[in-house]
C-alpha cells in the first residue's frame, strides 16, 4: 500500500500590515538614538493588536511609521501589500486616506468646523464623486452612531472630553477604514469615560471588520485585543 501524498498547503493570505525589519535611529549633537531595533510583525485582516511597553520605548513612533507619517532607518512597511517607503509622499497620503483611519489622544478636531463638518471632512476628501455627494447625511448617521446625533451643530470647544474623542472615533470610522490606529484614545480621559469610549471603539471596529493598532499603556485595554506586542528599548519582546 502506497503512502498517501501530503495535502497540499493552502497559500497565507497577504497581511494588511506587514512591519519588516524597521529601525529608527535620530542623531543630534549628543550622539546617536536608537528609538526602534529590528521591529518585525505581521497584522491579518480584523485583527485586533495592541501595542503596549513604557513611556519613551518606542510606541508610538513605531505607529508613525506604521501610518507611513514618519520614516524608518532601515526596513519595510507594507500597507495591503504597498511598499509605503517605495512610493512618495503624495501617494502615501492618497493610501492614507483610502485605507487608515486615526484617533489620538488629544482628539486632533478642527476647532473651527462643527463636530458634523469634522466628521464630513475625510468624506469631502475622498477621491471619489458618490461619497462627496452623500457626505453630510453619512457623516449626521455616524454621529448618531456614537451618541451625538443631537450635538451636530457644536463645536469642539463646547464638548466634553469624551463628546470630542466620539468626535474623533466618528471621524475615523465614517470612511470604513481597513485600517485603525489608535494612539493612548484614552489618554486625556477619566476612568469611567475612557472605558465607554474604549467599549465604543471595539463595537464599531467589530461592525465594520477594521484592523485595529492601538497603542496604551494600560495593560487592562491591551488584554481586549487578540495580540499584544510589547517594546522594550526599541525592541520587541
Do not use: W
Not at 55 to 73: E, H, M, Q
Not at 216 to 235: F, L
Amino acid at each position: 500500500m502506497s503512502e498517501s501524498s501530503p495535502l497540499p498547503k493552502t497559500a497565507a493570505a497577504t497581511p494588511i500590515i506587514a512591519v519588516e525589519h524597521v529601525f529608527k535611529s535620530v542623531t543630534d549633537s549628543t550622539g546617536t538614538l536608537d528609538i526602534l531595533r529590528d521591529i518585525d510583525f505581521r497584522l491579518a485582516a480584523r485583527e485586533t493588536a495592541a501595542i503596549v511597553g513604557a513611556s519613551g520605548s518606542g510606541k508610538s513612533t513605531l505607529l508613525s511609521i506604521i501610518a507611513g507619517l514618519d520614516t524608518p532607518s532601515r526596513g519595510t512597511v507594507r500597507l495591503d501589500g504597498h511598499d509605503l517607503f517605495a512610493i512618495d509622499e503624495d501617494e502615501r497620503a492618497a493610501l492614507r486616506a483610502q485605507k487608515v483611519g486615526f484617533v489620538f489622544q488629544s482628539f486632533q478636531l478642527m476647532g473651527n468646523l462643527t463636530a458634523l463638518e469634522n466628521v464630513m471632512l475625510p468624506l469631502e476628501l475622498a477621491n471619489r464623486p458618490e461619497v462627496r455627494k452623500n457626505a453630510r447625511k453619512v457623516a449626521a448617521d455616524m454621529l448618531a452612531r456614537v451618541g451625538l446625533g443631537q450635538r451636530l451643530s457644536h463645536y469642539p470647544k463646547v464638548l466634553s472630553g469624551g463628546e470630542q474623542q466620539r468626535v474623533a472615533l466618528a471621524r475615523a470610522f465614517v470612511v470604513q477604514p481597513a485600517v485603525l490606529l489608535a494612539d493612548e484614545p484614552t489618554g486625556s480621559l477619566d476612568f469611567a469615560t475612557g472605558e465607554t469610549i474604549m467599549k465604543l471603539m471595539f463595537d464599531l471596529n467589530r461592525e465594520q471588520g477594521t484592523t485595529l493598532v492601538l497603542v496604551t499603556h494600560d495593560r487592562a485595554i491591551a488584554e481586549q485585543c487578540e495580540r499584544r506586542i510589547t517594546i522594550e528599548a526599541g525592541r520587541v519582546v
